[in-house]
């Protein structure tokens, strides 16, 4: 089964015997572009921690991301691509 974790949801194990086991994959929209993907981890690490010294670090790691995408290098290669 596979859903989409960015809509709120709930779950619950109705056996009270057994022990429920869950695997989450994450996974990007094959149709999402490299800065959206940039601009959505940025949005997971301000959910994580809306701090101002981690948003800081969070916006400058995204800056560094998006500076790899402009880079000529990055050309035909995707981010988190395997090099």
Do not use: Y
Request: proline share 4%; hydrophobic share 45%.
């Amino acid at each position: 089964m596979v859903f989409d974790t960015s809509f709120t949801h709930s779950t619950w194990n109705a056996s009270p015997d057994e022990e429920r086991l869950v695997l989450l994959i994450r996974f990007w929209h094959p149709q999402l572009s490299e800065a959206e993907r940039v601009a959505t981890l940025w949005l997971f690490a301000a959910a994580d921690d809306s701090s101002k010294a981690a948003l800081a670090e969070a916006s400058k790691l995204a800056e560094k991301r998006l500076k790899l995408l402009q880079s000529p290098k990055a050309s035909g290669k995707g981010f988190g691509a395997k090099r």
